[in-house]
C-alpha cells in the first residue's frame, strides 16, 4: 500500500478522533447551477389583486451552498412587483444603452463599464433589501446608483462630466455615490475591505442592517479581498460579499484565471451561497435570505450571483476576442433576465403583452429625456475642483494646487 494512501487514512482517522467536522456542503458532484431566466413556475392560480401575494417554486438547482443549509426554493411575489421589477429592469437597460451610444459618440470620455445582461442582480438584489442597508460595488456601478437613491439624469450627466452629474461631474462612471451607495470603485477589488468597514460601522450602531459588497470573478483573486474576509469572520460582521460572476474578468475567462472558480466556496470558514444571476426571483430570495443571515449574528456570508454580460469589460473592449460572437448571441437569445421575466408576466397572466409594450416606450421615452437634459448642463466651473476635498465645514483656510503659486483660500 503506498506511502500517500496510508497518510490520508491517517488524517481522516485523526480528523475523526479530534471531532472536526467535514466541510457541509450541498455542491453537487455532477449537477450545475440553473442558469435559465424562465425555469420558475407558480404553485397555484394567481389572484386576482394585484397586491395579493402568491407562492412560486424556484428550479430546485437555482441554489447551491457552502457549509450552510440553501434557502427553500419556494418564495413569493404579488403581480405589482414583477411588473415594478420589469419596469425597472427595462429602465436600467435602455440607461446603459444609451450610455453605450453617449461613449461612441465621444460625449462620455475615458473609462465606461456597463452591466447590460446584468440587470437581475441590481434591480433582484434592490428589491430584497432597503435604504438603510448599504451597497458598495466597482466600476459597473450605474445601475446600483440609480436604484439606491440616485436617478438616470444624474447618472448620465456624471458620465458626460456636467455639473448635472450625481459627483457634480467630477466622479465620471466609476465614483457615483448616494448616502446608502459607496460608489463606484476603480481600483480592483479595493471596495471590498472598504465594504467590511461599513459593516463594522454597523455593528457598533447595533442596528439590523447589512452591506452588500460586491466585486466581480476578476476581482477575486485580489488578497485584500481574502483579508477582508478574515476580518469579518474574526469579528462576525452583518456583511455580504457578492461575487458577480459574469463569466470574464476584462479579457480572461475564470477558468484561465482562477484555479477555483466556485467562488462562493472560497471564503474559507465563511459559508457561501452560489445563485442564478439571470433569474430576477432566485436573485431576490437569495438576497433576503442572506440579509437575514448576517443580520441574526451570524457573521459574513460569501454570494455568488452567476451571470454573463453582453458587452466588453469596458467600452474599448470589443468582447468578442476572447469568446464569440455565437456565444453572446446564445446567452441574448436563451437566458436574457429581462426576457425571462416578461415570460412569467405573460404566461402567469399578470398583463398583457401591450402594457408591457407601453412600459417598454416609457423606458426608452423617460431615459431620451434624461439624455437631453444631461446634455444640456454645463461642464463644472474651475472652482469646483476645489471643492469637496474635505468634508464640508472642514476646510482649511487655504489649498495649494499644482504650483505653488496656485493657491485657493476658503470662505468661512
Same mark, same amino acid.
Given at each position: ?34 442558469? +435559465? ?34 434557502? =427553500? ?27 453605450? =451610444? ?214 474599448? +473592449? ?7 460572437? +455565437? ?9 436574457? =433576465? ?19 409594450? =407601453? ?28 471643492? +469637496? ?24
Amino acid at each position: 500500500m503506498s506511502f500517500s494512501v496510508l497518510r490520508a487514512r491517517g488524517l481522516r482517522a485523526a480528523t475523526r478522533s479530534i471531532g472536526v467536522k467535514p466541510l457541509r456542503s450541498t455542491l453537487p458532484t455532477i449537477r450545475s447551477l440553473q442558469t +435559465d431566466a424562465d425555469k420558475s413556475s407558480p404553485m397555484h392560480d394567481l389572484p386576482e389583486s394585484g397586491s395579493e401575494h402568491f407562492k412560486v417554486q424556484l428550479h430546485p438547482e437555482s441554489f447551491h451552498s457552502y457549509r450552510c443549509d440553501a434557502p =427553500a426554493t419556494e418564495t413569493t411575489v404579488t403581480k405589482d412587483e414583477l411588473i415594478d421589477m420589469y419596469q425597472w429592469m427595462v429602465q436600467m437597460r435602455r440607461m446603459e444603452q444609451a450610455a453605450d =451610444a453617449l461613449y461612441k459618440q465621444k460625449l462620455i470620455r475615458g473609462f465606461c463599464h456597463l452591466a447590460i445582461g446584468q440587470e437581475a442582480v441590481s434591480v433582484g438584489m434592490e428589491k430584497a433589501i432597503d435604504q438603510d442597508d448599504k451597497v458598495i460595488t466597482s466600476y459597473r456601478c450605474h445601475t446600483f446608483a440609480v436604484l439606491r437613491g440616485g436617478s438616470i439624469k444624474g447618472v448620465i450627466a456624471e458620465l458626460m462630466g456636467r455639473k448635472d452629474g450625481m459627483s457634480e461631474g467630477k466622479g465620471g462612471s466609476m465614483h457615483i455615490f448616494t448616502p446608502s451607495f459607496f460608489g463606484g470603485n476603480g481600483i480592483v477589488g479595493a471596495q471590498v475591505p472598504v465594504g467590511a468597514g461599513i459593516a463594522l460601522a454597523q455593528k457598533y450602531q447595533k442596528k439590523k442592517t447589512a452591506t452588500f459588497a460586491l466585486y466581480g470573478d476578476g476581482a477575486s483573486n485580489q488578497g485584500q479581498v481574502f483579508e477582508a474576509y478574515n476580518m469579518a469572520k474574526l469579528w462576525n460582521l452583518p456583511c455580504v460579499f457578492v461575487c458577480e460572476n459574469n463569466k470574464y474578468g476584462m479579457g480572461t475567462s475564470a477558468e484561465r484565471s482562477s484555479q477555483n472558480t466556485q467562488f462562493f466556496t472560497r471564503g474559507d470558514q465563511i459559508p457561501g451561497l452560489q445563485v442564478n444571476g439571470m433569474d430576477i426571483l432566485a436573485v431576490r430570495e437569495a438576497t433576503r435570505w442572506a440579509k437575514e443571515w448576517v443580520t441574526s449574528g451570524k457573521g459574513p456570508l460569501v454570494v455568488e450571483f452567476v451571470t454573463y454580460r453582453y458587452g466588453g469589460h469596458s467600452m474599448s +473592449d470589443p468582447g468578442t476576442t476572447y469568446r464569440t460572437r +455565437d456565444e453572446v448571441q446564445q446567452m441574448r437569445s436563451e437566458k436574457d =433576465a429581462i426576457a425571462g421575466l416578461k415570460k412569467y408576466i405573460l404566461d402567469w397572466g399578470v398583463t398583457d403583452e401591450a402594457s408591457l409594450k =407601453a412600459i417598454d416606450k416609457k423606458a426608452k421615452e423617460d431615459v431620451d429625456i434624461a439624455v437631453e437634459e444631461a446634455k444640456k448642463s454645463p461642464v463644472p466651473d474651475l472652482v469646483e475642483f476645489w471643492k +469637496d476635498i474635505y468634508y464640508k465645514g472642514t476646510e482649511p483656510p487655504y489649498m495649494r494646487g499644482r504650483e505653488k503659486e496656485e493657491v485657493h483660500f476658503y470662505e468661512k
